[in-house]
């Protein structure tokens, strides 16, 4: 039976059996994200957590809370080079993994009255909408799935909250990926930051650069795939950044990951080739190294991420990138 394209990626995705569920390897057998490309990355949010940490004066306890935590891999990363003061939450609706180190909370839901820095990586992308097109009559109506098959046809009208949103943040005449529950999803996850920063780092576009025909794809395996919502893939769509932005009410941030890693080190420069004479093997593992950076910031790639950065109740050391 069809169904709106939301309930069809919630139970895709999250429900019994979905994609982020499953007992398997988890996300990273079917896609790439920053935090598997390179540990590079990991060390690039090492030195924001420090920056987020002078700027609330290092508290006896700071809180450092990653959302969408796939199978921990980037708190997994992290745990041996922060102090224990340092306290580390992965929310994810998987269960625990087996190999997860000592030291990591794991939880379904967002903790509150955070001190320090919630990161949101490639999680918007998975919050589950509702898509709606026009018919002859230019009427914008809900896209509805066969969850089987991904077989669309048109349903009934989109409702005047589905309507006000697309007015207001998705004007271009054609497919509209109504974005409001990853308003409502971020503005929830900023509003447990008491002090502190948010970040969330996705694909996205804004007001006026919206795909006329949408960014609705699947995952499976490394490859991109038709997104049918059964299970068997991921199935995301790219972010209204702007509308996520302007619905968590804090002042924010918003740049290319191309920008903000070479803010916090991350350059890609290639090491000068006088170093392969004097020190072969140095130089082999610079290239390697400078080839790690090139690919986190590469504009058509992992580069064109964007990165929202919320703070809060920071004052005068609210500018951290």
């Known amino acids: 039976m069809k169904a709106g394209w939301r309930a069809a990626m919630q139970t895709g995705l999250y ?21 598997h490309a390179s540990p590079l990355f990991a060390g690039a949010l090492l030195r924001l957590i420090e920056r987020v940490d002078a700027a609330l004066g290092r508290p006896p306890a700071f809180d450092l809370v990653d959302v969408g935590a796939g199978r921990g891999e980037l708190l997994s990363a992290l745990r041996p080079l922060l102090p224990e003061r340092v306290r580390l939450t992965a929310v994810e609706v998987a269960p625990r993994p087996a190999q997860l180190p000592g030291g990591i909370a794991w939880r379904r839901e967002v903790p509150d009255d955070i001190v320090g820095l919630l990161i ?105 795939v038709a997104p049918v919502p059964d299970g068997s893939c991921d199935v995301t769509a790219h972010v209204a950044i702007d509308a996520v932005a302007a619905a968590a009410g804090t002042p924010y941030s918003l740049i290319r990951q191309r920008q903000a890693l070479k803010a916090l080190g991350v350059v890609g420069a290639r090491p000068p080739i006088a170093l392969a004479r004097t020190d072969p093997a140095g130089y082999v593992r610079a290239l390697a190294a400078a080839g790690a950076e090139a690919e986190l910031i590469e504009p058509a790639g992992l580069g064109g991420h964007w990165w929202l950065l919320h703070s809060i109740g920071l004052g005068e050391h609210g500018s951290i990138l």
């Open 15 to 35: 429900g019994p059996g979905g994609f982020f569920v499953r007992a398997d390897g988890g996300p990273a057998d079917h896609f790439r994200t920053s935090v």
């Open 120 to 224: 949101a990586t490639e999680w918007l992308d998975n919050v589950p909408l509702d898509i709606a097109d026009l018919d002859d009559a230019g009427r914008l109506r809900k896209v509805l799935v066969d969850p089987a098959t991904g077989a669309e046809s048109l349903g009934g009208l989109a409702d005047p909250a589905e309507e006000f949103w697309a007015r207001r943040w998705w004007p271009q005449a054609g497919r509209v990926e109504i974005g409001w529950p990853r308003d409502a999803a971020w503005a929830d996850a900023v509003g447990q930051v008491r002090r502190g920063c948010a970040l969330a780092i996705d694909y996205g576009h804004r007001r006026d650069e919206r795909p006329v025909l949408g960014t609705l794809a699947g995952f499976r395996g490394g490859r991109q």
